[in-house]
């Protein structure tokens, strides 16, 4: 029996969120927002919490300044239960921040990286990682630190007997260097949304996207937005609609959410299918909320609320 069900190696930041803008903001001027929010941000952590929601046990590995940003993440992460041990502090870096301007149902951001670029291969608390059963690593780009190591933390997680999942997530630099024949041979379930995979191969459609790096990648699950998700494994292909949500509050952390939903399935040995449901679902779910985190608060009954709101029932694909 191991201690944790999945690992998360990842950045941590706090989400300014700024709702109802009137307009767009301009250089010398001043504009309102009527309504704001301060809250965990950042894909891993993201995706941690609302793993850890669903009853799954999660640790942490990142690292944070030891600022006021720093506690308020490690007391956010503690009070979802997610372990925090193997998360580092360092007094001369910011702990990470973005803000975000939200307009319906995009946004614009802009991040401080701070700590979360600091983040060093040898910062990672393997012991951690060896008392799990699966890894997940996301936001590629931004963790400059480890960027050049993911190859080999995928290598050494799978040598240990781990399964894995990675989520490349967009890159602030748009340049979408990464070795794919490095990392993808190690990935069990790779988890970018159809933008990132078309950028990352450098190809125009889905579909030869996919044949790119079908011979390289184990299970590719590539999000679709508010138009669901499509699931490839070497048995075939399967789409499945999203749960639309005609009322979005906001679409942040929509990706890790349906991460979450996803791998919580996953390390419970459900088919692929199932996790792409379910995934899809809690993904759905996030953007009944404001933030990564709103629809997933203490005392909440997910399983219930996705039953009573979307129809959701554990059936179709299990
Ligand atoms: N408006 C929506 N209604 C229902 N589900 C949605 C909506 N927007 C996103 N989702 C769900 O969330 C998942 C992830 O969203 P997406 O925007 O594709 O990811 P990312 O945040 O990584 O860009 C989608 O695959 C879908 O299942
Ligand atoms: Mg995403």
């Not at 508010?226 to 990706?255: H, K, M, R, W, Y």
């Not at 933030?291 to 009573?308: D, L, M, P, R």
Request: aromatic share 8%.
């Amino acid at each position: 029996m191991k201690d944790f069900d999945v690992s998360v190696i990842g950045e941590l930041n706090i989400d300014f969120i700024l709702n109802q803008i009137d307009s767009f903001p301009e250089i010398g001027k001043e504009i309102l927002s009527r309504q704001m929010n301060v809250t965990l941000g950042s894909s891993s952590a993201i995706f941690a919490s609302n793993l850890s929601s669903l009853d799954t046990k999660v640790a942490f590995i990142g690292k944070v300044g030891q600022d006021s940003f720093g506690e308020l993440i490690l007391a956010t992460l503690k009070n979802k239960h997610v372990n925090t041990d193997a998360i580092l502090r360092r007094e001369d870096l910011k702990t990470g921040a973005t803000v975000v301007l939200n307009f319906g149902e995009d946004r614009a951001m802009i991040t401080h990286p701070g700590a979360m670029e600091d983040l060093a291969f040898t910062d990672i608390d393997w012991a951690t990682v060896g008392r799990s059963r699966h890894l997940h690593l996301s936001s590629f780009f931004i963790q400059k630190g480890i960027r050049k190591d993911v190859p080999s933390i995928f290598k050494k997680a799978k040598e240990i007997g781990l399964t894995t999942s990675f989520d490349p997530q967009w890159d602030p630099g748009e340049e979408w260097q990464m070795d794919l024949e490095g990392i993808l041979p190690y990935v069990d379930i790779f988890l970018p949304n159809k933008k990132e995979l078309l950028h990352l191969t450098g190809h125009g459609s889905l579909q030869s996207a996919v044949r790119h790096i079908k011979s390289l990648a184990n299970t590719i699950v590539v999000k679709l937005g508010n138009e669901g998700s499509a699931l490839f494994t070497p048995d075939g292909e399967v789409f499945q609609p999203a749960f639309l949500n005609t009322d979005v509050v906001d679409a942040i952390g929509a990706g890790d959410s349906f991460n979450a939903g996803f791998i919580h399935k996953f390390v419970g040995g459900h088919p692929l299918p199932a996790c792409q449901e379910f995934g899809n679902m809690i993904g759905a779910y996030s953007t009944t909320a404001s933030g990564g985190t709103g629809a997933f608060s203490a005392g909440s009954n997910i399983h219930q609320n996705v039953k009573e709101r979307f129809g959701y029932a554990e059936k179709q694909h299990d």
